[in-house]
């Protein structure tokens, strides 16, 4: 890398100039400096006597469409010597969550015709100032050498414009904020007064969880020149993959009925919301929730297929009983970067939509350290040396890998029926068989009893393993069958059947670990978080969804004859998950998923075929 053009001392340097110099003096002579040793830079700086400040970054976009260029507003956290000469790097987050946000109807996932919001009215009630306190970035970055911002989104907290569920008017927005970073666009104080950044050193990164990690994926697929790399934690790859799949409109774990203008409703917490009723009914229309079709509103959100616009590296996070931002997310953004080249470095753990440093505290935090140190002050740290991917094989067991899905995984075809009906394994089948949709039973009802009919599911299930089978990576599935009736849902439920102690819950104790700086109003402690084990007899592994109308693209709604057979093909989330001995692998073909896809009425009936339906697992022994 360029040598820097701000002071870092590595530790010990000093000791020269002390050396040379009386005391008094030494310190007279050395201007305030970032410290380096053991590749990361160390706590220098005084987090309570931090220099706190708003300003408000203009944007080129006017997306409340009010005659005015939107400006975003920036809570900065930086040292107290930035203001004598300093030059700090700067960790970025921009987030719509900073104000709260609003209760809002959801939408019906009962389709009785085609699933519509009551006339959206914005929220009446009273506004409330934006809440700065950071997830741990400022408490732990600041006294180590770092500027650290706040932004809020377009439409939020003390932000104009409207939200867009990661629009591009509001990546936009998060640009400006970098480019007035590296001195390239501007900003006010709230008196009107221009602001500059001059204690920046025009290196900057954009961090995050969630939606949070979302926007930094969205802001380096611009190109945009001084942002060096992004932490997306849990962040969304493709608004596409989030809220829809593969033609069906599918839900968020845990979040039946909301989509892309719920969100962007939720979090519309600025002052005159009534400002943004159009830019809310523009996104309601095209997003298109009654096809469930791709289109342009979900590529102006698919940031992986941007990959090769990226300038930063990127460090990726994510959980694999995320439920909420699937698997899916990262290994498809995982995958693009390296397509394009892009230095990365991947953590996968296995809690939910959780934050590392709940995971993996203290080890997660020097990860981030050396990161920042190696991308925004060129230290050679060795960080990018190391493997590429950190795994939690099972809660609180850690390797490294050099890749993931794990290299070594081979493609295994199972036919359904083969052997004997309800059947997984390598024989020739023949004949069909049957089900009745009934969208009101879970899917966990349908599962549970794996050797009994059922007449809503079928159900295929191996002989029991003689060995340990690792699945790593993306089962697929194709199933010849016809379809007659409303839904146009085909489900596939990946079940490990066998009695075992398995993962149920992350959760908070009633234990603090303060990690980091603490001022009254922005404590640098968080609750500990411990996994929960439970045994059950069978386990949901994986599970993925196709409209069937959809059965040659996701772009393209074409309808099907009643009674007609077709190859249906589609992909489940991926997942890394070991079937141990004396277990059987399970797959269940359903209609809806209760929790997951859209509910129309009860009685939709599938008649699949067996001869060439399989199912397709990426295996390693072991």
């Known amino acids: 890398m360029r040598p820097q053009r701000f002071m870092i001392l590595l530790a010990g340097a000093t000791g020269l100039l002390a050396g040379a110099l009386p005391a008094a003096a030494a310190e007279r002579a050395a201007p305030p400096h970032v410290v380096i040793r053991d590749g990361v830079t160390q706590p220098a700086f005084s987090f309570q006597d931090a220099i706190r400040q708003t300003v408000y970054v203009e944007t080129p976009v006017d997306s409340d469409h009010d005659g005015k260029k939107d400006r975003v507003a920036v809570f900065v956290t930086r040292p107290k010597e930035t203001d004598a000469g300093l030059k700090v790097a700067s960790i970025l ?8 946000t609003i209760d809002d109807p959801y939408h019906p996932a009962d389709v009785t015709d085609y699933p519509r919001l009551a006339p ?7 506004w409330t100032p934006p809440n700065y306190n950071r997830v741990y970035y400022d408490n732990y970055f600041v006294s180590r050498g770092y500027a650290v911002l706040a932004a809020s989104t377009l439409g939020t907290g003390e932000s104009d414009g409207c ?9 936009t927005a998060m640009k400006t904020v970098v480019q007035w970073l ?21 290196n900057v990164a954009m961090a995050g969880k969630s939606y949070d990690g979302t926007l930094p994926l969205a802001t380096a697929a611009t190109g945009v020149a001084g942002l060096k790399t992004v932490v997306s934690i849990s962040g969304v790859a493709s608004w596409y993959d989030y809220y829809r799949g593969n033609g069906g409109v599918i839900a968020p774990g845990g979040y039946e ?20 009723a159009a830019a809310m009914h523009e996104i309601e229309k095209r997003m298109d929730r009654v096809s469930g079709d791709y289109n342009a509103f979900w590529d102006e959100r698919n940031f992986a297929e941007e990959a090769g616009r990226f300038k930063a590296s990127v460090l990726v996070t994510g959980g694999l009983n995320d439920w909420n931002v699937k698997p899916n997310q990262f290994l498809n953004l995982w995958q693009a970067l390296g397509r394009a080249g892009v230095p990365r470095k991947l953590w996968i753990h296995q809690a939910e939509h959780d934050d590392p440093i709940d995971v993996r505290g203290q080890a997660w935090l020097d990860t981030a350290n050396r990161w920042f140190a190696h991308w925004l002050y060129g230290v050679p740290n060795g960080v990018m040396s190391e493997p590429k991917v950190d795994f939690e094989r099972a809660p609180g067991q850690w390797t490294t890998a050099p890749d993931w899905p794990a290299p070594g995984a081979r493609p295994v075809t199972l036919r359904l029926g083969g052997g004997q009906p309800g059947t997984l394994g390598a024989g020739a089948p023949a004949g069909q068989q049957g089900f009745v949709d009934a969208p009101a039973r879970t899917a966990e009802q349908l599962t549970a009893e794996p050797d009994k009919a059922d007449p809503n599911r079928l159900i295929y299930l191996t002989p029991k393993l003689d060995k340990a089978l690792r699945l790593s990576g993306t089962p697929e599935v194709r199933v010849n069958a016809s379809v007659d009736g409303r839904s146009p849902y085909l489900s596939a439920l990946l079940v490990d059947y066998g009695t075992d ?30 996994y929960v084990t439970k045994e059950t007899p069978y386990q949901i592994v994986t599970r993925g969804w196709l409209d069937v109308r959809n059965r040659h693209s996701a772009s393209r709604t074409e309808p099907i004859t009643p009674g007609r057979a077709y190859a249906f093909d589609w ?3 991926p997942y890394d998950y070991v079937f141990k001995p004396g277990h059987r692998i399970g797959l269940v073909i359903m209609a809806t998923d209760h929790d997951y896809t859209l509910r129309y009425p009860a009685g939709t009936k599938v008649s699949v075929r067996l001869g060439g339906s399989t199912l397709r697992l990426p295996l390693t022994t072991g």
Do not use: M
């Open 120 to 126: 959206w009215s914005p929220s009446t009630a009273p």
């Open 182 to 202: 590296t001195g390239k666009a501007k900003a006010y104080a709230a008196d009107g007064s221009p602001v500059t950044a001059g204690w920046s050193t025009h």
């Open 257 to 276: 009925g909301e989509d892309a203008d719920l969100h962007a409703k939720v979090v519309l917490t600025r002052k005159n919301p009534a400002a943004c």
């Open 93 to 100: 987050e921009g987030s719509p969550y900073f104000s709260g």
């Open 501 to 530: 102690t398995r993962f149920a819950d992350f959760a908070a104790t009633d234990q603090k670990w303060c990690f980091g700086d603490s001022i009254p109003a922005d404590p640098g402690c968080r609750t500990v978080k411990k």
């Open 571 to 573: 992909k489940l989330v």
């Open 163 to 171: 939200p867009g569920a990661v629009s591009p008017a509001e990546t």
